[in-house]
Each structure stands twice: as structure tokens, then as C-alpha cells.
RNA sequence: GGGUAGGUGGUCGAGUGGUUAAUGGCACCAGACUGUAAAUCUGGCCGCGAGAGCGUACGUUGGUUCGAAUCCAACCCUGCCCA
């Protein structure tokens, strides 16, 4: 007899494609409750920028993976599938349907894929010492070789000015002694835990563009400059939260080097960019079924529970 | 009205007689992506063509020249200064 995996509904999609709306519609119709996928929704009072569905947004569904870490600690992905997975066991065991959202890419893949990461200590004095000598004048280079000797197959992909993959290519042997493509290896030794059906929202450019603006300015006006400067009260240091796209903005006008008008300006574009890889990342995915954002919201619905069966 | 600086590809901005379809930045498009991922990086980017190539381009119109975005003339427009 065979064992059928569990199901678990994955729907992706740029920000501002309507991606909370949707889940929430489905989740209602289906008995299911939702996993966020979003690297900033993690995060504690980071609600305006992160475009966190509001309790009234959320209508008595639950949403898991959402204000689980202080904006001070630090994050990664790691942590995230292992969390997400045990809110998927969770909602599971109440025979309710897991409905994983959200725009980041990595966090889906690594739970659609099974990726397993072993225990890789974040050595913090190391990390500094390589960011010492990247800056360096011709030091990227050198680390580059390094990084070349130690592991030349993932080097293949990884570009001389790709400071962060290279560094972390370093790190993985430094902590571990094995090479990050030994590590990869072995992260999908264990197989995918259960029955991912994954689907994307799209829609047209132009009218998604449109949609990012106007939920900037909506940011704005909701107070997202306030937001930041009581982060910044509260917290000391942001190891990852202030990479979010919004905050980093919000910082530099706070301190000068941006008026409001640019700042305003910068959000917007580089979301708009944002978005676009997004999309470049779901597209990889080849099993995922496309939802055109714009279509009737029951459409969609349907569309995925015809995905499902 | 006088003087002066300038008008370059979607935009900003180099280029001052020929290897120039025109450096670069940005936007835009496409792609990569396994522990920072809302991050980081790569490629393309006048039109047509798979390609060789062809066509069209540096305000406008003429001119000089074997050859002009680059020199000359007139005109149009913009900024600044003086009236």
C-alpha cells in the first residue's frame, strides 16, 4: 500500500500581487491555515514595511512564521525551514489544510526541495575578518582564489564580485571543513517531506508597478517613517532585519542623505526591481502552476483547488 | 535687446574630424541564486536579422571635407548674467 504524502498548498507571487487576499480566501473555503514565507514578516515591529496582514486582514485564520524573531537576532533560512516545518506538522495534526504564502523565493525552495542545513556555526569574528580583507584593494580577488582552491565546482557559479557567495563559500569550510558543495550534497539526502503544490501569481507589469507605487505611498501615510524611528529606539542593532526593502530607505532620510522625495522614489524602484526577481525566481520552478493576479479572486481559488486533486 | 553656457540614445552624462552605434551611471528587460535573500551577483539594452550584415541616429537646415556628434553658417530652443 502506498503512503501518500501530505498535501501542502505553496502559493508565491511578487509583493503587492495580491498574494494575502488570496491565501486567506482559500484558507476560509479549504479549513487551512497559513504559513507565511516572507523574510520580513518574521520580524517583530516591522508591520508597515513588511506589509503585514493585519488581524482584520487575517479574519480568524491563523498565520504562522509571522513576529517570531526580535529585529535585533539574527536569521536565516535555516531557521526558517525548520520552524515552518513544524507549523506545517502542526496544522496538520489538526486535519487542517497548510497554505504556505509568501514572496521569498529561498524560504519556499528550501521547504518545496527538502533542503536539509546541518548546524553551521555563525562565527562572527571570522565573517569580520574576510569583510576586513574583501575591502582591501585587490582582497575580494585573493579571497576568491581561496575560495576557488577549496571548492572549485561551486565556484563555477559563484562571480569574483559575488562578495557575499564567496565569503560564505569560505565560511561553510572554515566551520565545518567541508565544502559547500559537499554540504549540498547532503542537504537533499533526505527527500521531500510532502506533497508541495505550488503556485505563482502573476500579472500584467505595468498595472503590478502601478500596484507597488500606490502601496508605498499607502506606507507612508500608514506611518512608516515612525515605525522606523521607534526600531531604531528599541532595538541597537538590525544583523539582517534592516535589509528590508522600505527600511533601509527610511534610515538614510532619517539621517540626511535622502529627502523625502527621493526616499519615497527609492522605495518604490527598488521594489519594482524586487519584484521582478521575484518572478525570475518562480519561473525557475517548472511544476508550478501560473495565477494571473488580475482574474476574478473565485477563479483563482478554483484554479488551485483543481491543482490540488 | 546685449552677453554667455549649452542642446547627444528612455534618462543623466562623456566624447570635440576617422578603430564611434557612440565610455559610464541610472531606468528597463532577461538570468543566476542552498544558512544576510526585501540580500547578492551576471548578461542584454537604436531598429531589422540566427548571422555576416543592412538601415537610421548626436536640436533643425545647409556647407567644408575622402570622412563630421565633433569644423563653418543660418535658424529654432533652454539655462545663467546684463539691460
Known amino acids: 500500500m502506498i503512503i501518500l504524502k501530505p498535501k501542502v498548498i505553496v502559493i508565491v507571487g511578487p509583493t503587492a500581487s495580491g498574494k494575502t487576499a488570496l491565501s486567506i480566501e482559500l484558507a476560509k473555503k479549504i479549513n487551512g491555515?497559513?504559513?507565511?514565507?516572507?523574510?520580513?514578516?518574521?520580524?517583530?515591529?516591522?508591520?508597515?514595511?513588511?506589509?503585514?496582514?493585519?488581524?482584520?486582514?487575517?479574519?480568524?485564520?491563523?498565520?504562522?512564521?509571522?513576529?517570531?524573531?526580535?529585529?535585533?537576532?539574527?536569521?536565516?533560512?535555516?531557521?526558517?525551514?525548520?520552524?515552518?516545518?513544524?507549523?506545517?506538522?502542526?496544522?496538520?495534526?489538526?486535519?487542517?489544510?497548510?497554505i504556505v504564502i509568501g514572496g521569498t523565493g529561498l524560504y519556499a525552495d528550501s521547504l518545496i526541495y527538502g533542503i536539509e542545513y546541518k548546524e553551521v556555526e555563525f562565527d562572527a569574528e571570522y565573517r569580520n575578518e574576510l569583510e576586513n580583507i574583501a575591502k582591501e584593494p585587490n582582497g575580494l580577488e585573493g579571497l576568491y582564489n581561496k575560495a576557488k582552491k577549496l571548492d572549485s565546482v561551486a565556484m563555477e557559479k559563484i562571480s569574483p564580485n559575488d562578495k557575499k557567495r564567496i565569503l560564505r563559500v569560505l565560511e561553510i569550510y572554515h566551520s565545518t571543513g567541508k565544502t559547500k558543495t559537499e554540504m549540498e550534497a547532503e542537504s537533499r539526502k533526505n527527500g521531500v517531506k510532502y506533497d508541495y503544490r505550488v503556485f505563482a501569481i502573476d500579472m500584467d507589469r505595468e498595472v503590478l508597478y502601478e500596484r507597488i507605487n500606490k502601496r508605498v505611498d499607502l506606507m507612508l501615510e500608514m506611518g512608516l517613517v515612525e515605525e522606523v524611528e521607534n526600531l531604531l529606539k528599541k532595538y541597537k542593532e538590525f544583523p539582517t532585519a534592516m535589509q528590508g526593502l522600505g527600511y533601509k530607505e527610511v534610515?538614510?532620510?532619517?539621517?540626511?542623505?535622502?529627502?523625502?522625495?527621493?526616499?519615497?522614489?527609492?522605495?518604490?524602484?527598488?521594489?519594482?526591481?524586487?519584484?521582478?526577481?521575484?518572478?525570475?525566481?518562480?519561473?525557475?520552478?517548472?511544476?508550478?502552476?501560473?495565477?494571473?493576479?488580475?482574474s476574478d479572486m473565485q477563479n483563482n481559488v478554483s484554479i488551485i483547488l483543481g491543482g490540488i486533486n
Open 251 to 294: 534610515v538614510q532620510y532619517l539621517n540626511g542623505e535622502l529627502t523625502k522625495e527621493e526616499m519615497i522614489e527609492k522605495i518604490k524602484q527598488e521594489t519594482r526591481r524586487y519584484a521582478k526577481r521575484q518572478l525570475t525566481w518562480f519561473r525557475k520552478n517548472k511544476q508550478t502552476i501560473w495565477l494571473d493576479g488580475l
Open 33 to 98: 491555515e497559513i504559513v507565511s514565507c516572507d523574510s520580513m514578516q518574521i520580524y517583530k515591529d516591522m508591520d508597515i514595511g513588511s506589509a503585514k496582514p493585519s488581524i482584520e486582514e487575517m479574519q480568524g485564520i491563523k498565520h504562522y512564521m509571522i513576529d517570531i524573531v526580535s529585529p535585533d537576532e539574527r536569521f536565516s533560512v535555516a531557521e526558517y525551514k525548520k520552524q515552518a516545518e513544524m507549523a506545517i506538522e502542526e496544522i496538520l495534526q489538526k486535519q487542517k489544510v497548510p
